[in-house]
């Protein structure tokens, strides 16, 4: 229980007598939560005695006014809690030294519960912690308008060089600035961040960024993402091997983030794996914002690798009036200079350009792409392309794609110059079969190392396999690759399976095929 035995009238330079309960509240101290009284310098002498007490800084229902930000110092074992987190509210309407509204530096075993906090200043953050602070929670608290106007990179809950971290059940909103953030959390580890809503019309929700070497774990669960104006969620490392990483993005609700829902980027070949699984990921992508490149429900680049597994992506690329956010963009999965990656078992509807798109300008490396449902009306389903001159795999296992228009194909190659192997087996692949000439598979300008399409099922296409190489030198096997294998597919309801030159095949085509309602031949 609160102590409401004493006052302390800390402003007139008084005794002070600690509770027995180790609890007292700010209006004990002489604080006035009128939305007008300026409680500055009342609350940062409350705050002394809490340190020194390691008493609870209680905050009753009221709006508390404060013309600058409020510094704690160094602190260990502080606790500001309020009594309700719609009602116990910090006002903050001045200007900040170091960034942010309620700062925390060298601080240990914070917690900061069940308060509001509201901001009117711009590029500012609302809870800030920072310089080797470790052992901070935020939980159940409400943050508005904080980085209001301004291209800035703050955050409304804002943690630098900080270790061992809980948000929780935290609701933010109201913030404008193009690249501020709900929560932004740099150089930071052992963190987890769950069951927050982040509505904010700003830059990013969550930004976990790291450019020095340590260990990092991280967890992102349970958060609803609404509204922003570039990503709900970016993992972003420029570090070296040194670095070990290890994060888990799971079960968020991601919807209406124009560049990416979520978008993981690291160079310098860190170690260690992030698995994204269980999130539901709709209406993202498709608008260039900033440095938002990928436009992607979600978006995986760079030499770290990990699994993508149970994710539902929904119109991604599209508005949420159904209108496509820009030009050759919006894909539902994007995987550019990705390395070891597993792609399994998601489920991607109706993306403006592909569902999964593979290599799109940069390198790749150990790809498995398999189990995945994708139903759509784009043109190339899944689309594989532009790597480079090195070893590269990709494998392509047991997909279930659905074509829903006429223009529609399946899996698209184009324009790949690298000395790859790509296994293309047990996929079921369906059309439409409208006489428009579209393929389950159609290969552009490629030079693969070896090209497996094997134990497939094509249903109700024109062509099954097509290349745009046919009136090239049906002498240059590089145009399929050194080694090209179609064996034991079906073909249910083709009309010619193979718009292909025959001499480019290395392995018998009908010994080992089935054909359906379908003549075999070239």
């Known amino acids: 229980a609160e102590d409401t035995q004493h006052i302390f009238d800390l402003s007139a330079g008084g005794t002070v007598v600690l509770p027995s309960s180790q609890r007292f509240t700010v209006n004990h101290v002489g604080a006035v939560g009128d939305n007008s009284t300026d409680n500055l310098t009342i ?113 409304a809950i804002e943690l630098e060089d900080v270790t061992g971290i809980m948000i929780a059940n935290c609701d933010v909103y109201g913030g404008l600035g193009g690249t501020n953030s709900d929560i932004r959390l740099t150089n930071c580890s052992d963190i987890v961040c769950e069951s927050n809503l982040l509505r904010s019309v700003n830059g990013d929700a969550i930004v976990h960024a790291n450019t020095v070497n340590s260990e990092s774990i991280f967890t992102f669960s349970n958060n609803i993402v609404r509204g922003k104006v570039r990503h709900g969620i970016l993992a972003a490392y420029t570090v070296t091997s040194e670095h070990k990483l290890r994060g888990s993005i799971a079960n968020n609700s991601i919807y209406d983030c124009k560049t990416n829902g979520i978008y993981v980027q690291s160079g310098g070949n860190p170690t260690g794996e992030i698995s994204i699984t269980g999130n539901s990921v709709v209406c993202c992508g498709g608008e260039q914002v900033g440095d938002g490149a990928g436009n992607s429900g979600i978006h995986l680049s760079g030499d770290l690798g990990g699994t993508l597994s149970g994710n539902t992506l929904v119109n991604c690329g599209y508005d949420t009036s159904g209108v496509a956010r820009g030009t050759g963009r919006g894909r539902g999965i994007l995987l550019s200079f990705a390395e070891n990656w597993t792609v399994s078992g998601n489920t991607i509807v109706n993306s403006a350009l592909h569902g999964i798109g593979v290599n799109e300008s940069g390198t790749l490396k150990n790809i498995l792409i398999c189990g995945n449902t994708i139903v759509d009306a784009v043109d190339g389903l899944m689309y594989l392309g532009e790597s480079h001159p090195d070893d590269r795999q990709v494998y392509v296992l047991d997909n279930t794609l659905t074509c829903l228009n006429i223009d529609s194909r399946g899996i698209y190659f184009y324009e790949t110059n690298g000395n790859s192997d790509i296994i293309i087996k047990g996929n079921v692949i369906t059309g439409l079969k409208a006489g428009t000439n579209k393929s389950a598979i159609l290969w552009g300008v490629e030079k693969y190392k070896k090209v497996e399409i094997s134990n497939n099922t094509f249903k109700n296409w024109d062509y099954a396999l097509t290349s745009t190489n046919n009136a090239t030198n049906p002498n240059e096997d590089w145009a399929f690759g050194r080694c090209v294998y179609l064996d034991h597919n079906t073909y249910d309801n083709v009309t010619t399976p193979f718009n292909i030159r025959k001499a480019y095949i290395h392995s018998a085509v009908g010994a080992y095929n089935r054909f359906i309602n379908t003549t075999p031949g070239f």
């Open 43 to 155: 609350f940062e002498k409350a705050i002394v005695v809490a340190k020194a007490s390691g008493a609870e800084l209680i905050v009753p229902s009221g709006t508390f006014l404060f013309s600058a930000e409020l510094l704690t110092g160094s602190a260990t074992g502080l606790t500001i809690r309020g009594t309700d987190p719609q009602k116990s509210k910090l006002k903050f309407t001045g200007a900040t030294t170091w960034g942010g509204s309620l700062t925390f530096a060298v601080c240990d075993k914070i917690v900061i519960q069940d308060l509001f906090l509201e901001g009117t200043s711009d590029d500012v953050a609302g809870i800030y912690v920072f310089n080797g602070s470790s052992n901070v929670r935020v939980q159940n608290c409400t943050l508005a308008n904080f980085g209001a106007t301004s291209a800035g990179n703050h955050g």
